[in-house]
């Protein structure tokens, strides 16, 4: 799913509906071009079923992440770090900033508040390019 930018300059999310995929933020480069490439994906879907980044929480460094690309060939991405951030307190430019290699941001929402009922972090799982891929 191809995602751009809303009216604000905020970046458009996936639909909320069960099943919904991550989308890819068609402003980035393409997975496993140089650059950082933004996918974004639900923790949660609306009704309350879990989403395609339900799991993202459970990436540790080292692991590995795959992603298709256009061309048919399968682009290989192991993971460096995960960082929480408050909404309000996100670094945009370290998350979206220029990488002098192909890396990956895999991003969803975090710490829901219960009393709010809207989650106040995103979890940024960071990704390099794997040697070969």
Same mark, same amino acid.
């Given at each position: 799913?191809?995602? #751009?930018?809303?009216?604000?300059?905020?970046?458009?999310?996936?639909?909320? &509906?069960?099943?919904?995929?991550?989308?890819?933020?068609?402003?980035?480069?393409?997975?496993? *071009?140089?650059?950082? %490439?933004?996918?974004? #994906?639900?923790?949660?879907?609306?009704?309350?079923?879990?989403?395609?980044?339900?799991?993202?929480?459970?990436?540790?460094?080292?692991?590995?992440?795959?992603?298709?690309?256009?061309?048919?060939?399968? *682009?290989?991405? &192991?993971? %460096?770090?995960?960082?929480?951030?408050?909404?309000? &307190?996100?670094?945009?430019?370290?998350?979206?900033?220029?990488?002098?290699? *192909?890396?990956?941001?895999?991003?969803?929402?975090?710490?829901?508040?219960?009393?709010?009922?809207?989650?106040? &972090?995103?979890?940024?799982?960071?990704?390099?390019?794997?040697? #070969?891929?």
């Amino acid at each position: 799913m191809r995602l #751009g930018q809303r009216g604000d300059l905020s970046l458009e999310v996936p639909p909320g &509906e069960a099943g919904s995929p991550a989308g890819w933020y068609v402003n980035s480069p393409a997975p496993g *071009a140089r650059g950082p %490439s933004i996918l974004l #994906g639900h923790v949660n879907s609306i009704e309350g079923a879990p989403g395609v980044f339900a799991r993202l929480h459970e990436l540790v460094p080292g692991d590995e992440v795959r992603g298709g690309r256009e061309d048919g060939t399968t *682009a290989v991405f &192991e993971v %460096s770090a995960d960082e929480r951030y408050a909404k309000q &307190e996100f670094p945009a430019l370290r998350v979206y900033g220029n990488t002098s290699g *192909a890396e990956l941001r895999l991003i969803t929402c975090d710490g829901y508040d219960r009393h709010t009922g809207r989650f106040e &972090e995103n979890l940024v799982v960071y990704a390099s390019l794997a040697a #070969g891929s």
